[in-house]
Antibody
Framework: QLQLQESGPGLVKPSETLSLTCSVSGGSVSTSGYFWGWIRQPPGKGLEWIGSIYNSGSTYYNPSLKSRVTISIDTSKNQFSLKLSSVTAADTAVYYC????????????????WGQGTLVTVSS | QSALTQPASVSGSPGQSTSISCTGTSSDVGSYNYVSWYQQHPGKAPKLMIYDVTKRPSGVSNRFSGSKSGNTASLTISGLQTEDEADYYCSSYTSSSTLVFGGGTKLTVL
């Protein structure tokens, strides 16, 4: 059974960089056709797609966040990571990592396996 | 403001059917068959219920079905059960090369 687990600081100061890692077990981030994404959810609000990555390193970002986001993948460690720079209180959210795709189409938004989510609070 | 519009809440009685709408535009729902639906219980991660407009992942009850007409997609839940009470989100690919979600709908099973 594929499992994803987010890890990283739960508190980040304004203007600093938020860094999270998603560790994958029970499967491989190198599996052909699948993409690995980050989605966030501010407290009490809806979901927002941040971006996705393929095992080749190809990335796809939400245009509204693109200038601040970097997603990378480490196939040797079977994990992928998110960096969000210049954070503000508006970036306070539960951050989820998830798998999607299966047919080599990054725009197939079938996020079928999710991590449990990690709350990141931006505050001084 | 979400790119996809969903009703804030819907309700139904056990055993009944209910539908949740997801209205987009010709730049997203209306142009692509990449519409998915997620169920989220409080404090839990979302769960994929429908993808590619009508497809159901393995293990999801056949009480859940999806459809699309024009710029509006719909999730229908038949034979409502108390455990169906949750928040539901739709999602679509857009012509701006992004994935967007609806604002979410709270389903109450009375």
């Amino acid at each position: 059974q594929l499992q994803l687990q987010e890890s990283g600081p739960g508190l980040v100061k304004p203007s600093e960089t938020l860094s999270l890692t998603c560790s994958v077990s029970g499967g491989s981030v190198s599996t052909s056709g699948y993409f690995w994404g980050w989605i966030r959810q501010p407290p009490g609000k809806g979901l927002e797609w941040i971006g996705s990555i393929y095992n080749s390193g190809s990335t796809y970002y939400n245009p509204s966040l693109k200038s601040r986001v970097t997603i990378s993948i480490d196939t040797s460690k079977n994990q992928f990571s998110l960096k969000l720079s210049s954070v503000t209180a508006a970036d306070t959210a539960v951050y989820y990592c998830a798998r999607h795709g299966g047919s080599y189409n990054w725009n197939q938004n079938n996020f079928d396996y999710w991590g449990q989510g990690t709350l990141v609070t931006v505050s001084s | 403001q979400s790119a996809l519009t969903q009703p804030a809440s819907v309700s139904g009685s056990p055993g009944q059917s209910t539908s949740i709408s997801c209205t987009g535009t010709s730049s997203d729902v209306g142009s692509y068959n990449y519409v998915s639906w997620y169920q989220q219980h409080p404090g839990k991660a979302p769960k994929l219920m429908i993808y590619d407009v009508t497809k159901r992942p393995s293990g999801v009850s056949n009480r859940f079905s999806g459809s699309k007409s024009g710029n509006t997609a719909s999730l229908t839940i038949s034979g409502l059960q108390t455990e169906d009470e949750a928040d539901y989100y739709c999602s679509s690919y857009t012509s701006s090369s992004t994935l967007v979600f609806g604002g979410g709908t709270k389903l109450t099973v009375l």
